[in-house]
């Protein structure tokens, strides 16, 4: 029993010792080269050097990588490849697995992994994916996918309201979903992917510009033939025309009309500052601001900001006239009706006219009371100035002029009843004492005198 163990033991050295002749002379062989019967993801890869494993794997990994991803929004947009998303194969670290193969420092280790070589061993090749060139490429397509939105577009014929462009939506990408979901969709090998983007409303919808359908409110001033003052009415009442007021949006006046420069248009004419007529750029804007004052009380629309001027002006009821400056005085309200509303003017010949559309639901039956009229006597005593708008050397004699004070009120009916009855404004308009001007205009071409 005795020599029958020793004999086996005899033979399995024996065994074991040609065995680790055989991988020693086999790995002597195979010096620099993967082992036989290594594959990397099913590709052989054994009896090669490293440098001919990887171009093998990446011959054969480059029409994965080359696979496309279909991006949509709604429709196709875009089909990246696997590579263009920054999906690489990490060859390096399977080859350098491959090689190691067979050739652990521990013998038992590697005399196991020489006997499981014999049947071959399958390496997986591990694919990465880089965020950063999956959030570039996405960067880029928000630019291609981006739309502005388009408002709706309307003009006033015979006095009807007439849509001319319809809205269009926006679309902006949310490019933290869209790679998030890239990102899994590359993982899970899926072909198409929807990409996250929101639409976004326009300011001005057509469903708004069709809503308007009815004149809410109109007035009418009438203006006297000085050409520059002319001019000034027509450009400040053309920034006007179209503008649209949104529920709840409040109207600036200075806002829209932005500001009086000769750069932009403006030409000087009399203006009325601290209750004299000077020369000024923009002169006859405040007869737009008052006309559309008027139009916003006959509106019933809540006034936020208004102004009287220093004293009465020709073209308004007193108490009814709204004065701005820009950058200091404006004329502010709010749409307070629930619906769009479009502020359209025409100038014709000498007379202003603005009116707001809307739907016929914000039509109100209003009424201005302009009462409490208390009239201020004008100071005793003359004062003399001079007047840049008088020929060097004339003079004017105007009479003393009295002061008023007023309130301003607006009534709201129902079906003929009253409904609402507000104090809108107080105004207060400076009195005048006999005054003297001097001229001290030079007229062109007027002999000078001799020295």
């Known amino acids: 029993m005795r020599r029958t163990i020793a004999l086996l033991l005899t033979l399995l050295l024996v065994a074991a010792a040609g065995f680790s002749l055989a991988v020693a002379r086999d790995a002597a062989a195979h010096r620099g080269r993967i082992l036989p019967g290594v594959t990397i993801n099913a590709i052989p890869v054994g009896d090669l050097t490293p440098e001919q494993a990887r171009v093998r794997l990446e011959a054969v990994v480059a029409a994965r990588l080359a696979r496309t991803l279909d991006v ?140 308007i359908t009815t004149p809410v409110a109109a007035y009418s001033t009438r203006f006297v033939n000085i050409p520059n003052r002319n001019h000034n009415i027509a450009l400040a009442a053309g ?38 007529l000077v020369p000024g750029d923009g002169g006859g804007v405040c007869q737009v601001s008052s006309t559309l004052f008027n139009v916003a009380l006959l509106a019933d629309l809540a006034i936020l900001e208004r102004s009287n001027h220093s004293r009465p002006v020709a073209y308004l009821p007193i108490g009814r006239d709204a004065t701005v400056v820009y950058g200091a005085r404006d004329l502010r309200f709010r749409n307070t009706t629930g619906s769009p509303l479009l502020l359209w003017s025409t100038v014709r010949g000498r007379r202003l006219t603005i009116t707001l559309y809307g739907p016929v639901s914000a039509a109100r039956q209003v009424s201005l009371l302009v009462t409490d009229r208390r009239e201020v006597p004008p100071p005793a005593g003359t004062v003399t100035r001079e007047d840049p708008e008088l020929a060097l050397g004339a003079t ?10 007023v309130q301003t009120y607006r009534v709201v009916a129902r079906d003929g009843v009253e409904a609402k009855r507000e104090q809108i404004t107080r105004s207060v308009y400076a009195a005048l004492p006999r005054t003297i001007r001097i001229g001290t205009k030079v007229v062109a071409g007027a002999a000078a005198d001799a020295p």
Do not use: C, H
């Open 239 to 276: 920034k006007l025309r179209g503008a649209v007021l949104l529920p709840g949006e409040v109207f600036s006046f200075n806002g829209t009309v932005g500001p009086r420069t000769p750069e932009l248009g403006y030409l000087p004419a009399p203006v009325l500052l601290n209750t004299i």
């Open 72 to 211: 949509r929004a709604g429709g196709p947009i875009a089909s990246p490849t696997l590579a263009d998303l920054g999906v690489r194969a990490e060859y390096d670290e399977a080859i350098t697995a491959a090689y190691d193969l067979g050739r652990e420092a521990n013998l038992l280790r590697r005399l196991r992994t020489r006997w499981r070589l014999r049947r071959g061993l399958d390496l997986p090749l591990r694919f990465t994916q880089d965020d950063g060139r999956i959030r570039a490429y996405v960067t880029a397509l928000a630019a291609t996918i981006a739309s502005e939105p388009r408002d709706a577009r309307v003009t006033v014929t015979d006095g009807e309201v007439v849509l001319t462009q319809p809205s269009t939506d926006g679309r902006v990408l949310d490019m933290a979903a869209t790679v998030a979901r890239i990102r899994e969709a590359v993982a899970a090998e899926q072909a198409a992917v929807q990409a996250v983007v929101a639409v976004t409303r326009p300011r001005f919808t057509t469903d708004d510009a069709l809503a």
């Open 396 to 405: 004017v004699i105007d009479p003393p002029k009295p002061g008023y004070r």
